[in-house]
């Protein structure tokens, strides 16, 4: 998906905007704001998936964390 969004992706395209507000949510809760893509704009293909990993991995955990949380508690409701 060259230069493009990822935007169709998510089964409700219009969620993207709530997922982006999620992202940068956790992120800053786990101090790791300068991972996020849309901070950080340099070339990073010359790190390895192991480091990519484990820097921005961390952030996408939490929000399945939050998201499953989330479902979890609307279905008892």
């Keep these: ?5 990822r935007k169709s992706r ?5 969620a993207y905007d709530a997922m982006q507000k ?8 786990l101090d790791r ?3 996020v893509k849309e901070n950080n ?3 990073r293909g010359d790190v390895t998936a192991l480091e990519n990993g484990s820097t921005g991995g961390p ?3 939490e929000m399945v ?3 499953v949380a ?3 508690n609307n279905k008892t409701n």
Excluded at 1 to 5: H, V
Excluded at 10 to 14: M, R
């Design 10 to 14: 998510l089964l409700n395209p219009a």
């Design 41 to 43: 704009d340099h070339y």
């Design 33 to 35: 704001l300068q991972f």
């Design 59 to 61: 952030i996408g955990g």
């Design 1 to 5: 998906m060259a230069g493009g969004t």
């Design 70 to 72: 989330a479902f979890e």
């Design 65 to 67: 964390k939050r998201m």
């Design 22 to 29: 999620l992202k940068f949510e956790c992120a800053k809760d």
